[in-house]
């Protein structure tokens, strides 16, 4: 039965290649777009983020009227002023939104990259240990990088990190696109 539907559900996506391939060639141009400029994609993002925050903080401040007892009103009510204020801050002042922004990015690539070393060298009986051991050097290296060159490349590393994640994924669903074609 799972074999009908496997074959039912790629039949249906097969007929849709063409949006995946519309789709990746408007994240590519969106991708080139950002890359020309990096300082205007590290504004989009820091604004894209800043309008996460000001959901997130209404959703919060709707929720905290919902619980019943003043101690959790007075939390997530808490919880909401401050992701409403994070994210007027960054509409406010999206360049030092960004040094933020960037600054945490470099401190998560360093622990996620420490991480993942420790990962990768607790795997090593196991076979391809030192792929993950070389990702997480990488990842940390990036991190130090980041750090390194941290306040002046906050205007352009998420621009960076933007564009390339355009041009990714833009490049991934036009190949996905194009091999169901067939």
Known sequence: MTDISDRLSFSSLQSKWGWFVALGVLLIVCGFIAAGNIVFATVASVYYV????LIGGVVYLVHAFQVRTWEQVLFWALSGVLYVLAGVFAFMNPLLASAALTLFLAIALLIAGVFRTWVG??????K?????????IITALAGVVIYIGWPVNSLWILGLFLACDL?????????FGLSIRR
């Open 50 to 53: 800043g309008m996460l925050m």
């Open 128 to 136: 391809g240990w030192g792929w993950v051991l070389l990702s997480g």
């Open 167 to 175: 041009l990714i994924q833009g490049w991934s669903m036009l190949a």
């Open 121 to 126: 060298w607790r795997m090593r009986p196991l």
